[in-house]
């Protein structure tokens, strides 16, 4: 199963809009198409009604990836699973054009699309694409960028699940103003005055102008 390519059709739609910075890219039949990819003759179906259905299919989607990315990944599959039963796919054995070093077909599975309009065959394609990633890899695998005001969808598939950013450039950017907090924190510090340590405050008898001494007091004579 191209498990990399279906889910990859997730992020992308998931990251067609930027809440944070109000920008949405999905707004015409020629977005959907562009988002199909190479998929060019599913591409060719959509139509102005595929505009509302895959921006809702985004936000379902939006909402697997932070429930992952919080950690809670029974939410997140159950949102999944809700997708899968609502858009399901028809599973089918391809060879395409590869071929082995006898000649033979190399054969893999692929996801077919059977679905009433392209808005639902990608959502199925996707969905599907998403769960295979998640059970393969693990629900972690599944991030929310955390270089503010980012909040694109993204595939962990680093080795050691470290992966926190959608992308170098926004990797770069945290880097960047974390190192200039650090910078304003170190120069802060640097301006403050030291404080005055204890031991060299004056006692309360200097404070009051008496001696804490108290030897020297005048004692009344006794009687002989």
């Known amino acids: 199963m191209e498990l990399a390519y279906y889910s990859d059709l997730a992020v992308r739609l998931v990251n067609s809009e930027e809440p944070a910075r109000g920008t949405d890219s999905l707004t015409s039949v020629e977005a959907v198409r562009a988002l199909f990819g190479e998929s060019q003759s599913a591409a ?27 950690g809670d990944e029974v939410l997140a599959v159950d949102l999944l699973n809700a997708l899968l039963i609502e858009f399901p796919v028809s599973p089918q054995i391809s060879g395409h054009e590869f071929r082995d070093e006898d000649g033979r077909p190399k054969w893999h599975m ?3 699309d059977y679905a009433a309009n392209a808005g639902a065959g990608y959502a199925a394609t996707a969905s599907m694409g998403l769960a295979f990633h998640l ?14 005001p980012c909040r694109n969808a993204y595939l962990d598939t680093s080795t050691n699940r470290s992966r ?10 945290a880097n960047v103003a974390a190192y200039r907090a650090r910078k304003r924190l170190d120069a802060e510090r640097s301006a403050s005055p030291p404080r005055r340590p204890s031991s060299d405050r004056p006692d309360r008898g200097a404070r009051t102008g008496r001696t804490a001494d108290t030897t020297h007091d005048s004692i009344p004579a006794t009687d002989r």
Not at 164 to 173: F, K, L, N, V
């Open 44 to 70: 060719r179906r959509a139509t102005d009604a595929d505009v509302t259905r895959l921006r809702s299919v985004r936000a379902r989607l939006r909402a697997v990836f932070e429930a992952a990315a919080s």
């Open 110 to 112: 692929h996801i077919a």
């Open 135 to 148: 059970t393969e890899l693990g629900a972690d695998r599944l991030g929310i960028c955390e270089a503010p």
């Open 164 to 173: 926190r950013y959608c992308s170098d450039r926004c990797a770069t950017r």
